[in-house]
């Protein structure tokens, strides 16, 4: 059930920014930007990770060719309820990797759990799209979350 609900919130929340219901000047790159970034060695790649909110955590996890900015619109919302942690995957957005870093769905998946651990998440949400819904989905599975 909380998960049916977090998907209403999201769904209605992306309904109030189509119609013009949240506030513009959150709802820009600026906003995004002006989050702290900070980085995190996992495995064979450093993560950036942005925080902001307080409440229970949420993780979100992008997709593919895109990066943390995709979450903008949604961000200020969540965060005046939920601790949010916008995760960029290795490859993409500020994250640093080398020839060496693997890119495959086990590979992400590996190092996201890796970073909940350094974060001291024991418990948490995930919000997902497109492949980091796959991500989310083998996240669910190793962490056997229902």
């Given amino acids: 059930m909380r998960n049916l609900a977090l ?10 920014n ?15 930007d002006s989050l702290t970034i900070e980085f995190y060695k996992v495995e064979d790649a450093i ?5 902001v909110g307080s409440g229970p955590p949420l993780i979100f996890v992008h997709g593919f060719m895109v990066n943390g900015r995709t979450w903008r619109f949604i961000i200020p919302e969540l965060a005046k309820t939920h601790t949010c942690y916008i995760v960029e995957s290795a490859g993409f957005g500020d994250t640093q990797w080398d020839k060496k870093t693997k890119f495959d769905f086990s590979a992400h998946t590996r190092r996201y759990i890796a970073l909940f651990k350094i974060l001291g998440l024991k418990t948490y949400g995930l919000v997902a799209h497109d492949t980091g819904g796959s991500i989310a989905r083998m996240i669910a599975i190793s962490e056997k979350m229902q």
Avoid at 47 to 51: A, T
Wanted: aromatic share 16%; glycine share 4%; net charge positive.
């Fill in 18 to 32: 189509l119609h013009g219901q949240i506030e513009p000047e959150r709802n820009s790159f600026y906003y995004y």
């Fill in 7 to 16: 998907i209403l919130i999201l769904l209605h929340l992306f309904i109030m």
């Fill in 47 to 51: 993560l950036s990770v942005r925080k």
